[in-house]
């Protein structure tokens, strides 16, 4: 089993960065993918980032290419989602999930684990 804890979202101006972290918890940490999702109110859980187990590998959702940047310490059984140049439309509750597999994915099906959630709201 694996618990995921999200945290350092919060309300930031267009424009400015927030660094996201993700805690897990269990000895599977370093073989696991992790991947990054939003969902803003009223819409679908969508794809945002993902990083393969030893972070070799990175992929991000177009709109957010250039801006944010997922990294991973795995001594510390951490995942981290830096978000710059914030626009209004990132405003979103943001979370982290693992993959029972090392491979990073884009799809919602192919996670394991997720976290609570943490909310980014970015005001214009």
């Known amino acids: 089993q694996v618990q995921l804890v999200e945290s350092g979202g919060g309300l930031v101006q267009a424009g400015g960065s927030l660094r996201l972290s993700c805690a897990a918890s269990?000895?599977?940490?370093?073989?696991?993918?992790m991947g990054w999702f939003r969902q803003a109110p009223g819409k679908e859980r969508e794809f945002v980032a993902t990083i393969s187990a030893i972070g070799a590998s990175t992929y991000y959702v177009d709109s957010v290419k250039g801006r944010f940047t997922t990294s991973r310490d795995n001594a510390k059984n951490t995942v981290y989602l830096q978000m710059n140049s914030l626009k209004p439309e990132d405003t979103a509750v943001y979370y982290c999930?693992?993959?029972?597999?090392?491979?990073?994915?884009?799809?919602?099906?192919?996670?394991?684990?997720w976290g609570q959630g943490t909310q980014v709201t970015v005001s214009s």
């Open positions: 269990g000895r599977t940490f370093s073989s696991s993918a």
């Open positions: 999930a693992a993959r029972a597999s090392s491979y990073s994915a884009t799809e919602r099906a192919l996670y394991n684990y």
